[in-house]
């Protein structure tokens, strides 16, 4: 019941944003009570930040599962395909990480995954410039972030 109860507050929150739907909203639609909402969830907040969580662990599990080449440059084209794929199949989660992000927060925001992949794809590179350091001399490279 719970999953469906966070799709619920998914598919709202991706139409109408954060601020604009109720906690009375989210119960009517899921067919429940306003307690029901609150006992699970504590506020829209709470399930706001499930639906988040979930979202950023999707979306950030599938970046890292995609980055598999060696090279550089694969690992760039690889972690932006896998990026754009999500956005082309979960456009809901999506709209809610970029609409509704928090600009005070470290966590949690399109911005804070960009840079965990981006520190991913880093640590990669790194550990194949060590690898290539130690056996054919000193390799320099850069990466835009």
Known sequence: M?????????????????E????????????????VVYEHFGSK?????????REMNYLL?????ALTAAHPRMLLEQ??????????????GFRILLRDSPVSAATGTFASLLSDVASQVEARLDRKSTR??????????AVFC
Request: proline share 1%; no cysteine.
């Open 2 to 18: 719970i999953g469906l109860w966070v799709d619920v507050g998914r598919a709202l929150f991706a139409e109408k944003g954060f």
């Open 20 to 35: 604009s739907v109720t906690v009375e909203e989210i119960a009517h639609t899921a067919k429940v009570s306003k307690p």
């Open 45 to 53: 907040d709470g399930l706001y930040a499930v639906v988040v969580d």
């Open 61 to 65: 599990n599938s970046i890292t599962r």
């Open 79 to 92: 972690a932006a395909f896998a990026l754009f794929d999500y956005i082309e199949t979960h456009r809901d």
């Open 132 to 141: 290539l350091n130690s056996s054919h001399g000193y390799i320099s490279y």
